[in-house]
Antibody, heavy 117, light 112 residues
């Protein structure tokens, strides 16, 4: 069974930091680009960041560029999001996502981890 | 790129057709491989989104054929041909554009 399980969310003060993790199982993690999409309470979806299969290419939304860092460990089938200088507007449910290269779409989703600033 | 969906919400009778529109501020057509990088997602309450359609009109594996996507360039449509009770959800369009960025529409709530 394909699974993405996020962890690391919680309550943090403005200006603080948090590291999210996403443990993947049931599929070839190293063959998928991975990303983070967030959803503020009662709001729509917002793409945050994507990392290529090898980790050599990373992409960020302007709203988090310079504050968030995405990384992955293919030996551990785990995706990370290091968040710093957090603001109240970063409060959201953060979803870990997987993309088949070339699809342009997120075909794998975790259940999300809540971050409250 | 800004993605604008219409309507924001719609109520459709069971068995009737639901139509959701999505307009991109720029073309999402990639001439290098003749692909419109436009996807549709369904999100039910308390659940993560589920990919329904990618490349504007290709249904994802396991998606019922009552869901169909169409369009090219900047204008796209998701049609639910015969609405079922389990289709009540919020639907999002999403584009992929180079340099790699992904943008979602604001969502359309579908009710019975």
């Amino acid at each position: 069974e394909v699974q993405l399980v996020e962890s690391g969310g919680g309550l943090v003060q403005p200006g603080g930091s948090l590291r999210l993790s996403c443990a993947a199982s049931g599929f070839a993690f190293s063959s998928y680009a991975m990303g983070w999409v967030r959803q503020a309470p009662g709001k729509g979806l917002e793409w945050m960041s994507t990392i290529s299969t090898s980790g050599s290419n990373v992409y960020y939304a302007d709203s988090v560029k310079g504050r968030f860092t995405i990384s992955r460990d293919n030996s551990k089938d785990t995706l990370y999001l290091q968040m710093s200088s957090l603001r109240a507007e970063d409060t959201a449910l953060y979803y870990c996502t997987g993309l088949v290269p070339g699809l342009g779409a997120f075909n794998l989703w975790g259940q999300g981890t809540m971050v409250t600033v | 790129i800004v993605m604008t969906q219409s309507p924001d919400s719609l109520a459709v009778s069971l068995g009737e057709r639901a139509t959701i529109n999505c307009k991109s501020s720029q073309s999402v057509f990639h001439s290098s491989n003749n692909v419109n990088y436009l996807a549709w997602y369904q999100q039910k309450p308390g659940q993560p989104p589920k990919l329904l359609v990618y490349w504007a009109s290709t249904r994802n594996s396991g998606v019922p054929d009552r869901f169909s996507g169409s369009g090219s360039g900047t204008d796209f449509t998701l049609v639910i041909s015969s609405l079922q009770a389990e289709d009540v959800a919020v639907y999002y369009c999403q584009q992929y554009h180079s340099p790699p960025t992904w943008t979602f529409g604001q969502g359309t709530k579908v009710e019975i």
